[in-house]
């Protein structure tokens, strides 16, 4: 049974730090993208950041370059999402996503390139 739980979620003020995680519990953690997207109420889902599980090429949305970044523990086959200088336009409900064995990491913000995804953890963020 694949899932993708995610974890980490919470309140805090502008300028503070959380770090998100997603359990993946699917085969061939390390071939495959997975990837942190966002959805705040009123807006489109948003591409977070990406990470190549095998090549561990990283990727980030513009809006959050510098501020949030992505890695993974292949023993424990989780991925985080280290989330630091948050704004309150970070707040949104955080999703995680992985991809077909082998699939790249270069279309990362597509949708397409994904075909499990978490339940969600929501982060709010106090000006």
């Known amino acids: 049974q694949v899932q993708l739980v995610e974890s980490g979620g919470g309140s805090v003020q502008a300028g503070g730090s959380l770090r998100l995680s997603c359990q993946v519990s699917?085969?061939?953690?390390?071939?495959?993208?997975v990837a942190w997207f966002r959805q705040a109420p009123g807006k489109e889902r948003e591409g977070v950041a990406g990470?190549?599980?095998?090549?561990?090429?990283?990727y980030y949305g513009d809006s959050v370059k510098g501020r949030f970044t992505i890695s993974q523990d292949n023993a424990k086959n989780v991925v985080y999402l280290q989330m630091n200088s948050l704004k309150p336009e970070d707040t949104a409900m955080y999703y995680c996503?992985?991809?077909?064995?082998?699939?790249?990491?270069?279309?990362?913000?597509?949708?397409?390139?994904?075909?499990?995804w978490g339940q969600g953890t929501q982060v709010t963020v106090s000006s």
């Open positions: 699917v085969y061939g953690f390390g071939s495959r993208c």
């Open positions: 990470i190549s599980t095998g090549a561990r090429d990283t």
């Open positions: 996503a992985a991809g077909s064995p082998w699939r790249t990491c270069s279309t990362w913000t597509s949708s397409s390139v994904y075909v499990y």
